[in-house]
């Protein structure tokens, strides 16, 4: 049997696992859902906003898992109430929406995302979202990990050394807001992975958490190289040069010390012509470039640390705290405290 002929075998068994599966789950899925069902055949008035927390849904020994999406498909144990307003949830983990059937629209606070079986979705653990299926016989599975737990593993898999978190970031040059999703084109490579993660999660063998985390890595990997080739081809396509993505870098890393003058000379730059040079390529100016890397940064510390708000200002690089408290407010709308509140 050639290479090809055992990869293509391999697919085929690994699908009839997947179908074996999901033929368990359909069949379990009135039994389990008795006890919770009930609220989900109530339509509220005015748009819900509801905290999912990993404690509360997954296992205490489990970094990964996985779920099958049932709310308003024909596996529910009742029919559905059809919804007029969205029921938008968020949550405290990473989830990865894997389609295997069908289609879906995450409705967000203020706008849409379309999702069919070419895509992945990648969600950061604060994106308000409400999941409407296209058809009641579409199948989605969520993979949630746990943010505290992703932040460890994949520290060093993020494409050019960045913490997870700067995934979201715009990905015209990393200096857009802080998005809370992400989209990947689903290769038969990534397919072939979350294929693997849901095969092995419910066959729940020994060690089985150990294999997803190697399957997570394999995973990050996957969309860290094409999330990298996009970025190169933005690149190409913009004719971006060399020394602008050097610049863009050298100021995420010392954007809370670095300053115009310094910056000009560690590239050989007048002062005026590197903000004019940035601008010609970026659509920023250094100040707003600064600007926007500071704000991701405080994002960063309120959401994943317990540091204080002075401890985050100087690590931002503001000496001035009410400063900071000023211009994260003009930038967010709210105070950093209220912004931190409301995400946790």
């Not at 999702?115 to 579409?138: E, G, K, W």
């Not at 979350?194 to 419910?202: D, H, S, T």
């Not at 890595?217 to 971006?240: C, G, M, P, T, V």
């Not at 000009?264 to 250094?286: E, I, V």
Request: aromatic share 12%; glycine share 4%; with cysteine.
């Amino acid at each position: 049997m050639s290479e090809l002929d055992q990869m293509l075998s391999s697919c085929d068994l690994l699908s009839s696992q997947v179908e074996m599966i999901l033929q368990t789950l359909i069949d379990s899925l009135p039994q389990i859902l008795s006890s919770i069902s009930a609220q989900h055949t109530q339509s509220p008035q005015a748009p819900s906003y509801i905290q999912l927390t990993g404690d509360a849904i997954m296992k205490p020994d489990q970094n990964i898992s996985v779920f099958l999406h049932w709310p308003d498909t024909k596996f529910a144990p009742k029919s559905p109430v059809p919804r007029k307003v969205p029921h938008f949830h968020y949550h405290d983990f990473y989830e990865i929406n894997y389609l295997y059937r069908g289609g879906v629209t995450n409705r967000l606070p203020d706008a849409t995302i379309h999702q069919d079986r070419s895509q992945i979705l990648l969600m950061n653990p604060h994106a308000y979202h409400d999941p409407v299926i296209d058809s009641p016989d579409t199948l989605l599975f969520n993979i949630l990990i746990r943010k505290e737990f992703s932040a460890e593993l994949l520290s060093g898999y993020s494409p050019s050394g960045t913490e997870l978190i700067h995934l979201f970031l715009d990905n015209s040059l990393g200096m857009g807001p802080l998005k809370p999703y992400l989209t990947f084109d689903n290769t038969p490579a990534i397919n072939f992975v979350l294929q693997q993660m849901i095969v092995e999660f419910y066959q729940d063998k020994q060690y089985s958490q150990q294999l997803l985390y190697a399957k997570l890595i394999e995973l990050w990997s996957l969309l860290a190289r094409q999330q990298d080739e996009k970025f190169e081809q933005n690149k190409r396509q913009h004719n971006i040069p060399e020394d602008v993505i050097q610049i863009l870098s050298y100021l995420r890393k010392n954007c809370a010390v670095a300053d115009l003058a310094s910056t000009a000379k560690q590239f050989g730059f007048t002062p005026n012509y590197l903000s004019q040079y940035l601008y010609k390529y970026t659509g920023y100016h250094y100040s707003e470039i600064v600007l926007n890397i500071k704000m991701h940064n405080a994002v960063n510390y309120l959401l994943h640390s317990n540091s204080s708000i002075p401890e985050i200002a100087e690590m931002t690089g503001y000496s001035d705290v009410s400063y900071f408290r000023k211009v994260f407010k003009k930038e967010f709308g709210v105070s950093p405290v209220a912004y931190r509140n409301q995400r946790q």
